[in-house]
Nanobody
Framework: QVQLVESGGGLVQPGGSLRLSCTVSGGIFSDLDMGWYRQAPGKEREWVAH???????HYVASVKGRFTISRDNAQKMMYLQMNSLKPEDTAVYYC??????????????WGQGTQVAVSS
């Protein structure tokens, strides 16, 4: 089955930027819909963004205008560019593959996560 590995997390000051990467193996990457989720301590895992096999993107309202999801089919990679970071963005971020239908994304598989901490 599809395997996913995240990287790029770390500690950043409020207002700073990070770019997360997801490396994908297995499956036919160009046919997959992909997404990012995050989970803060004591909170449920929440959907952040997804990108369809055609490159169509959707975002949770709290990150619109700040985060950009993208993919590189030739490299079989997905990215999350995070700008203007806020302390409430602190969480473990997870890469996923799944299926998007209309505006709903359903994840099927997860990576192990990468920690993002936004603090002064």
């Amino acid at each position: 089955q599809v395997q996913l590995v995240e990287s790029g997390g770390g500690l950043v000051q409020p207002g700073g930027s990070l770019r997360l990467s997801c490396t994908v193996s297995g499956g036919i990457f160009s046919d997959l819909d992909m997404g990012w989720y995050r989970q803060a301590p004591g909170k449920e895992r929440e959907w952040v963004a997804h990108i369809t096999s055609y490159g169509y993107t959707h975002y949770v309202a709290s990150v619109k205008g700040r985060f950009t999801i993208s993919r590189d089919n030739a490299q079989k990679m997905m990215y999350l560019q995070m700008n203007s970071l806020k302390p409430e963005d602190t969480a473990v971020y997870y890469c996923s593959e799944g299926y998007a239908r209309n505006n709903l994304y359903r994840p099927n598989n997860w990576g192990q996560g990468t920690q993002v901490a936004v603090s002064s």
